[in-house]
Nanobody
Framework: QLQLVESGGGLVQPGGSLRLSCHAS???????????MAWYRQAPGNQRELVAM???????NIADSVKGRFTITRDNSRKTVNLQMNGLKSEDTAVYYC?????????WGQGTQVTVSS
């Protein structure tokens, strides 16, 4: 399993942008490459939902609710996955979690709060 550390959350006005980063601080590069990486989010009273995923081979899946606004990328050499969020809306307010999965091995970060409000 990976130890995941997220950063980049905060308060932003509607229409603004944020970039979330997730770093697998203790993994070696070859191990990180073997994990599918994803971002999930959970708003108060809601279930955790998938926002975006990028597989080991670079295949990307983006939730319809954020398609065209959010972009996920990974940098295997830096053991990092990023979520670029543009055109933020109030409904994007949630705690965002980084996720790593390889078969039955699943790791979660501690979460980072994103609040979109004027």
């Amino acid at each position: 399993q990976l130890q995941l550390v997220e950063s980049g959350g905060g308060l932003v006005q509607p229409g603004g942008s944020l970039r979330l980063s997730c770093h697998a601080s203790r993994a070696i590069t070859s191990v990180f490459r073997g994990y599918d990486m994803a971002w999930y989010r959970q708003a108060p009273g809601n279930q955790r939902e998938l926002v975006a995923m990028i597989t080991t081979s670079g295949i990307i899946n983006i939730a319809d609710s954020v398609k065209g606004r959010f972009t996920i990328t990974r940098d295997n050499s830096r053991k990092t996955v990023n979520l670029q969020m543009n055109g933020l809306k109030s409904e994007d307010t949630a705690v965002y979690y980084c996720n790593a999965q390889q078969g039955s091995l699943i790791s979660w970060g501690q979460g980072t709060q994103v609040t979109v409000s004027s």
